[in-house]
């Protein structure tokens, strides 16, 4: 039984880089071994050899052609596009035939052809994109702990920026503690004005039970506000033991949750359009059976 596939191509320096850091992009594992590049895939893997001297003067002296194809499926062709065009690569895109899926083709450094298609869902699951165009998202941040705050405020800013989303898209509302952030987000969903709510704050745990009474309502009255308003609202306040952790947790060994709130913002206000789009379609049916079966009810 076939378990793998493994393809291997020769590139010159140059080309070697754009093409290593294309399929590093697109989020194919990436292990380096002393004379080439090894990508792993869920299904197969691709090694590309970097040569030199007379083997990439040959190389280069070849037919202006494509020597190599590379077939991928992706459940998002469009982040593989984003990802092609901002490193100024030639897309490729085929006529579009009835049934058929997203697909286009990019043409990489050395002569090399990659086909990327859409690779349809099994067990057709709905989830939410990492595209923040098109969409308005309001930030809370906790002035408290504003040495932490403000860092997780960057990475959050960070993450829309890299999604697509601009700055008159983001709506940043600064209130005194963390305490305030949930009035502050409910206030802020119900104008309808904005596809999620992003909350951002620290707490320190201290001597006393003030910081266990604190984180309790700070996340029953986001996770409340988000129930009952229906817009998304991600949890970016970060409980903390000591500062240490805290300064972890924005930017450094935990990474940065206000980066990954954001995400998390994006990909719910997505899964929520795509939900409230499935719920009209079914609707729309549900009105054309009704019209047809009074239609055969007359006749």
Same mark, same amino acid.
């Given at each position: 039984?076939?378990? =793998?596939?493994?393809?291997?191509?020769?590139?010159?320096?140059?080309?070697?880089?754009?093409? %290593?850091?294309?399929?590093?992009?697109? !989020?194919?594992?990436?292990?380096?071994?002393? $004379?080439?590049?090894?990508?792993?895939?869920?299904?197969?893997?691709? %090694?590309?050899?970097?040569?030199? =001297?007379a083997?990439?003067?040959?190389?280069? &002296?070849?037919p202006?052609?494509?020597?190599?194809?590379?077939? #991928?499926?992706? =459940?998002?062709?469009?982040?593989?596009?984003? #990802?092609?065009?901002?490193?100024?690569l030639?897309?490729?895109t085929?006529?579009?035939?009835?049934?058929?899926?997203? &697909?286009?083709?990019?043409?990489l450094p050395?002569?090399?052809l990659?086909?990327? &298609?859409?690779?349809?869902?099994?067990?057709?699951?709905r989830?939410?994109?990492?595209?923040?165009?098109?969409?308005?998202?309001?930030i809370?941040?906790s002035?408290?702990n504003?040495?932490i %705050?403000?860092?997780? /405020?960057s990475?959050?800013?960070?993450?829309l920026?890299?999604? !697509?989303?601009g700055?008159k898209?983001?709506?940043?509302?600064?209130?005194?503690?963390?305490?305030?952030?949930?009035?502050?987000?409910r206030?802020?969903?119900?104008?309808?004005?904005?596809?999620?709510?992003?909350? /951002? !704050?620290?707490?320190?745990?201290?001597?006393?039970?003030?910081?266990?009474?604190i984180?309790?309502?700070?996340?029953?009255?986001?996770?409340?506000?988000?129930?009952? %308003?229906?817009v998304?609202?991600?949890?970016?306040?970060?409980?903390?033991?000591?500062?240490?952790?805290?300064?972890?947790r924005?930017?450094?060994?935990?990474?940065?949750?206000?980066f990954?709130?954001?995400?998390?913002? #994006?990909?719910?206000?997505?899964?929520?359009?795509?939900?409230?789009?499935?719920?009209?379609?079914?609707k729309?049916?549900?009105s054309?059976?009704?019209?047809?079966?009074?239609?055969? $009810?007359?006749?």
């Open positions: 039984m076939l378990k =793998s596939v493994h393809l291997a191509y020769s590139l010159k320096p140059n080309d070697y880089r754009v093409v %290593t850091s294309f399929f590093r992009a697109i !989020g194919l594992d990436f292990a380096m071994h002393p $004379k080439f590049g090894i990508f792993m895939a869920p299904q197969a893997s691709l %090694t590309i050899r970097m040569v030199r =001297s083997e990439a003067e040959r190389i280069a &002296s070849g202006d052609t494509f020597p190599a194809e590379i077939g #991928i499926e992706v =459940s998002n062709p469009e982040v593989v596009r984003d #990802i092609a065009e901002r490193m100024q030639t897309v490729h085929s006529r579009p035939r009835p049934g058929d899926k997203r &697909s286009f083709s990019i043409a050395g002569r090399l990659v086909h990327v &298609s859409e690779k349809a869902d099994e067990h057709a699951a989830q939410g994109s990492y595209d923040a165009r098109g969409k308005r998202f309001a809370v941040v002035r408290f504003a040495f %705050t403000e860092r997780l /405020l990475g959050a800013l960070d993450a920026s890299r999604s !697509g989303a700055e898209d983001v709506a940043v509302v600064w209130v005194p503690g963390a305490f305030e952030i949930p009035a502050v987000a206030t802020l969903a119900t104008s309808k004005r904005y596809d999620a709510i992003l909350c /951002l !704050g620290c707490l320190l745990r201290g001597d006393t039970a003030h910081y266990d009474v984180a309790n309502e700070v996340s029953r009255g986001i996770g409340q506000s988000a129930q009952e %308003t229906g998304p609202h991600a949890l970016g306040v970060l409980t903390c033991d000591n500062l240490e952790q805290a300064i972890d924005a930017g450094l060994k935990m990474g940065n949750k206000g990954e709130a954001a995400l998390a913002a #994006i990909e719910m206000a997505n899964l929520r359009k795509a939900i409230a789009a499935r719920r009209r379609k079914r729309a049916i549900g054309q059976r009704a019209v047809r079966r009074r239609r055969r $009810k007359q006749a």
